[in-house]
């Protein structure tokens, strides 16, 4: 026979469940508050380098536009000599440039990715902007290839001295400076 609770037991199950409500309560407070300090300490940084929009890269811009201005100022010249004692900087040509070979026997094809090496911000930002050109000189550089001339080492060296000369052609043209230093092949596929 079931008998109805006594009121000793009544507050006993209730004070049972505040206990295991409280500790919940509590983690997820903490846990909140430690959510919160952590999106704080992830922005906060960025936002008081050079203002919430800029970011980390607004204040690295900042500082070498700063150093461009001065070594302008001393020498007159701008940012490019103030930048050629730079560090390289690498911007990549993607997608890959894939192309077939001019092989009158067989199908051939050639997919390269390169990277281009620039000493200042003005020559990755002068490459980014002509890039279609770039690309576009590349592709008929690469179609212009026989598989036997560039199958081996030095095949590919002299591919990459013609590439190199093609984009600073390119960049002289469009800017009146070269711009780049360096074309490097990051993968090189031919078959």
């Known amino acids: 026979m079931a008998s109805a609770p006594t009121a000793d037991q009544v507050p006993v199950a209730a004070s049972k469940k505040k206990g295991g409500l409280l500790p919940l309560l509590l983690c997820t407070v903490v846990g909140a508050a430690a959510a919160g300090g952590g999106v704080y ?3 906060k940084p960025a936002a008081s380098s050079k ?3 800029s970011g980390e890269h607004g204040a690295a811009a900042e500082s070498h536009e ?3 201005e001065s070594h302008g100022d001393e020498h007159g010249g701008g940012e490019h000599e103030g930048a050629k004692a730079g560090a390289a900087q690498y911007l990549p040509i993607s997608p890959a440039i894939v192309v077939n070979l001019n092989d009158n026997v067989n199908m051939r094809y050639l997919s390269v990715d390169m990277e281009l ?4 911000n003005g020559g ?3 490459a980014k902007t002509h890039m279609p050109r770039i690309r576009n000189t590349l592709m008929m550089l690469f179609t212009q290839q026989k ?5 081996d080492r030095q095949g590919k060296e002299t591919l990459q001295k013609q590439a190199l000369a093609a984009v600073q052609g390119v960049l002289k043209e469009e800017t009146g400076e070269t ?4 074309l490097f092949f990051t993968n090189f596929v031919m078959q």
Do not use: L, N, P
């Not at 090496?117 to 200042?120: D, L, V, Y």
């Not at 598989?147 to 199958?151: A, L, S």
């Open 51 to 53: 203002g919430a929009s």
């Open 117 to 120: 090496m620039s000493r200042s």
């Open 179 to 182: 711009q780049v230093q360096g």
């Open 41 to 43: 300490f992830v922005t």
């Open 66 to 68: 700063a150093a461009a």
């Open 124 to 126: 990755v930002e002068a």
């Open 147 to 151: 598989y036997d001339d560039i199958v």
